[in-house]
């Protein structure tokens, strides 16, 4: 029977690993079926002028921190989806400046709307010193600005150029072969190491003393299956995978915790319930590929109802497309 001090190491376990999920783990997104939120403010207010909280300066620094969490509310305005112009446009020039497509970098959606961001502060500046824009000519800082404007122009300045050092350092972040490697290494060392602690704790804690102490045996157990929920699939995910394998991945980030959960109704051995995982994440992936190909990914996800789309796209917070793109 567990006491009370083993219990207690269980839960202090179970929310640092949590927490390391989120540390070391960069969760699966892509460009491709996608839409783009235009980013709003944190704070609305009508006085351009108040000062505190409310100034547009701590407004954006705001907004930037809480979008680097995977956080934005999304805006009034329409959708972009993948397919429209203005994001087919910062895709051919990322491509010919970088040499990789837009969903090939660190943050695709993040670029995007900063990109739109500028765009809307820049035709504001136009209007706010006089400047005359030809239709059809890409908008640049220079051409919007005709010098001027007073201290509106001059704040709005500041945002555009913290706005476009932002982008600079954005567009030069590729997501590179090797760190999918880096995340796939990380998911093989996690099934090793969770086996072990689900099968034979002693053998890697065995020498502490507060492993007996505190009676830690069935604690690491149980962590043990739940890293499969906690470390392998979010691993794999975070590699970034697209069509079947990602479709896969989705289900088996939901079901494992509901094996890891009633599993121990039927059976206490941790061994069994560790094994019940493998096969449930097996299955995910016999299922995914059986269902179909990727060309048919947009197509299988229309016919899903809307309780599964919005599971799946809940899957997807933090991950950079609640900033950006969806189909």
């Not at 122009?153 to 555009?160: F, N, P, Q, S, Y």
């Not at 069935?218 to 470390?231: K, N, R």
Request: glycine share 6%.
């Amino acid at each position: 029977m567990m006491t009370m001090a083993s219990l207690q190491m269980l839960v202090c376990a179970t929310i640092l690993s949590s927490a390391n999920v989120h540390a070391f783990s960069v969760p699966a997104t892509s460009l491709r079926a996608t839409r783009v939120m235009p980013p709003t403010a944190l704070f609305a207010t009508d006085n351009k002028d108040k000062e505190g909280v409310f100034s547009q300066d701590v407004q954006d620094e705001a907004k930037a921190a809480l979008e680097s969490v995977g956080w934005a509310r999304p805006g009034a305005d329409e959708e972009m989806t993948s397919e429209d112009p203005f994001v087919q446009q910062i895709n051919a020039e990322i491509r010919r400046d970088v040499g990789v497509d837009l969903d090939e970098l660190l943050n695709p959606a993040k670029v995007v709307n900063l990109e739109r961001d500028l765009y809307n502060y820049r035709v504001e500046l136009a209007s706010l010193t006089g400047a005359t824009v030809a239709d059809g000519i890409k908008l640049t800082t220079e051409i919007c600005d005709n010098g001027g404007g007073g201290e509106d122009a001059d704040a709005l300045r500041k945002r555009i150029q913290k706005k476009e050092t932002d982008l600079s350092i954005e567009r030069r972040s590729v997501f590179r072969g090797w760190l999918k490697n880096i995340f796939l290494g990380q998911a093989v060392l996690s099934l090793a190491l969770s086996y072990v602690m689900a099968t034979n704790p002693a053998s890697l804690f065995g020498q502490f003393p507060w492993f007996y102490s505190y009676n830690m045996d069935i604690s690491i157990q149980v962590l043990g299956y739940w890293w499969w929920w906690l470390f392998i699939v979010p691993s794999l995910r975070s590699r970034r995978p697209s069509g079947m394998e990602k479709k896969a991945l989705d289900i088996a980030f939901l079901a494992t915790p509901l094996v890891s959960i009633l599993a121990p109704v039927a059976t206490k051995d941790t061994a069994l319930i560790w094994a019940a995982n493998l096969v449930v994440v097996a299955a995910s992936y016999a299922f995914a590929f059986a269902s179909g190909d990727d060309d048919d990914e947009e197509s299988s996800s229309k016919k899903d109802p809307a309780w599964l789309k919005f599971i799946y796209k809940s899957l997807d917070f933090g991950s950079g497309r609640e900033r950006g793109a969806r189909q």
